[in-house]
């Protein structure tokens, strides 16, 4: 089995930069797609950005091009999420997940889960 534990949520104006980190963890871990979604309250969970390590190939939503940039350290089995220039539009709990194959945006094509980390941007 797999554990993704995400860490670097809180609370920020807008403007403010966060840096996430999601740890994966467990025996015979093969995941070679990571990515990271977001969901708001009353909101369906969206794709925000995802990085396929086999190829080094990364794939961003619009809403966060030029603003977040992916990036791991496959050795430790981390990938982090560098977010600059945050919005209000931005707040939501963010999700790291990890599967196989290529990066898609549907929650539906990842296998393993982190728990969540909030993530809250003030005007």
């Known amino acids: 089995q797999v554990q993704l534990v995400e860490s670097g949520g809180g609370l920020v104006q807008a403007g403010d930069s966060l840096r996430l980190s999601c740890a994966a963890s467990g025996r015979a871990f093969s995941s070679s797609v990571m990515a990271w979604f977001r969901q708001a309250p009353g909101k369906e969970r969206e794709f925000v950005v995802g990085i396929n390590w086999g190829i080094g190939s990364t794939y961003y939503a619009d809403s966060v091009k030029g603003r977040f940039t992916i990036s791991g350290d496959n050795a430790k089995n981390t990938v982090y999420l560098q977010m600059n220039r945050l919005k209000p539009e931005d707040t939501a709990v963010y999700y790291c997940?990890?599967?196989?194959?290529?990066?898609?945006?549907?929650?539906?094509?990842?296998?393993?889960w982190g728990q969540g980390t909030q993530v809250t941007v003030s005007s």
């Open positions: 997940a990890a599967g196989g194959g290529v990066v898609v945006t549907t929650p539906l094509g990842y296998d393993y």
